[in-house]
């Protein structure tokens, strides 16, 4: 522990230590309709783009809006996808990430609809609606992958890893993280001296 760590008061008076803070509040989206999708509901858009072709439209140009609006275009391709946000795509990505990320999308038949704020996702017309409102660091699925370097401040470096290379780095990463997440579990503590587990 870095003997100048801050401290966080705890609802029982009880003071923590700490190097790193992560205050998540966590939320839960107010019920979004009989067509629309929410994080609490995430296993069920995947039986609705089994009964059928149709029209699913992403609401939120995010980074994990962009996921899911590739996803489904590059394997439900009888399905129409469009992503609707309300600024520009990728509002936290590199001029040159967003030109990827806008490039890679409409190349696999995307509709990208900026500017427009959806008030109901009825107002959308569409047969599936998928709101996707959190943050994440990658995106465009497989072939298009896209990783964005960035500061330590968490804004955008003129520096990103695109196409096939990036998918195999995030799938580096990921594997990595789960291979260490299993022995941390039963060993608290052995990991200290990596970011994040101490």
């Not at 609401?59 to 996803?71: D, K, N, Q």
């Not at 427009?116 to 959308?124: F, G, K, Q, S, W």
């Not at 959190?134 to 968490?154: E, T």
């Not at 995030?170 to 994040?196: D, M, N, Y």
Request: glycine share 14%.
């Amino acid at each position: 522990m870095d003997p100048t760590a801050r401290r966080v008061a705890m609802d029982n008076g009880r003071e923590l230590p700490y190097d790193r803070l992560v205050y998540a509040l966590g939320s839960r989206t107010a019920d979004p309709g009989e067509r629309a999708f929410t994080p609490e509901t995430a296993a069920e858009p995947h039986k609705r783009l089994l009964d059928g072709p149709g029209e699913l439209s992403v609401v939120g140009g995010g980074l994990t809006g962009l996921e899911p609006a590739a996803e489904v275009a590059e394997t439900q391709r009888e399905w129409r996808v469009r992503l609707v946000t309300g600024g520009a795509i990728g509002p936290g990505l590199s001029p040159k990430g967003r030109a990827h990320a806008r490039a890679t999308l409409t190349g696999i038949g995307v509709r990208i609809e900026e500017s427009r704020t959806v008030a109901r996702p009825e107002d959308l017309g569409s047969d599936a609606v998928v709101r996707a409102a959190c943050h994440g660091r990658w995106s465009l699925g497989r072939p298009g992958g896209l990783i964005q370097a960035v500061r330590a401040d968490d804004s955008p470096r003129d520096v990103v890893l695109r196409g096939g290379m990036a998918a195999r780095v995030k799938e580096q990463v990921v594997r990595s993280t789960i291979h260490l997440l299993r022995p941390a579990a039963r060993r608290p503590g052995a990991f200290a001296h990596l970011p994040g587990f101490g």
